[in-house]
């Protein structure tokens, strides 16, 4: 390990992120994605410097053989990668395959990816919904909004949402697709995990029917 650390090391300083053609970074891929030791590929994927024509490759790498080369590659994107860097696509790709890795330090990375990502957005997690793809896996964001309440207060959530504390109801001119949906999953999981406080997130009968209503009278 220190030997390949060392002779990694030596070539990092080559680097050239900004020529799309750098040999050395163009090594470090072909390394990744062919070399038959795990820990030489590991290596390579901490060591690439970070451009658009390593970004895919370290992203692939989410989904290699070996775990310890899987929780680098998402180590790597905590670090070095902006979320907005990273197509929808590719966000969707690594929340599937680490949220649902076998291997529990694998998936502990994606979770740290994940709060990078809500940190990102300032909390807003409506925000971060609005950077997935929402209406077209709607099973993968509910897990991630899941992973997302198991870490912040159901305050927070609720403020995500704008929601009134005194009906919880999401006012109207700012109900859409990614606040309908966290919304839902935040009534569904408190009532599953927190019936305690169930009761903060849901609203009564009556006065949903009153926002139903409501609703109804601005679509038509």
Partial sequence: NSGINAEYGTLNR?????DPE?????GYLCIMKSDGVAEVRRAAVKAVAVNAKSLHPIIERSRDTNASVRRAAFEVLITKISIRAMKISQRMKLLQSGLHDRNPAVKEACIS??????SYYDNDLVKLLKALDVEGKVELCEEVVNEIIKHVHIENALESLSCRLEDKLVPIDQLNCETA?????LVAYTSTHHPDIY????PTLTEFSKYLKRLRSICE
């Fill in 22 to 26: 750098c040999p050395v970074i163009l």
């Fill in 14 to 18: 080559l680097q050239d992120p900004s």
């Fill in 113 to 118: 990816l994940i709060k990078k990502w809500v």
């Fill in 181 to 185: 949906f966290f919304w839902r999953c």
């Fill in 199 to 202: 009761d903060t997130t849901m």
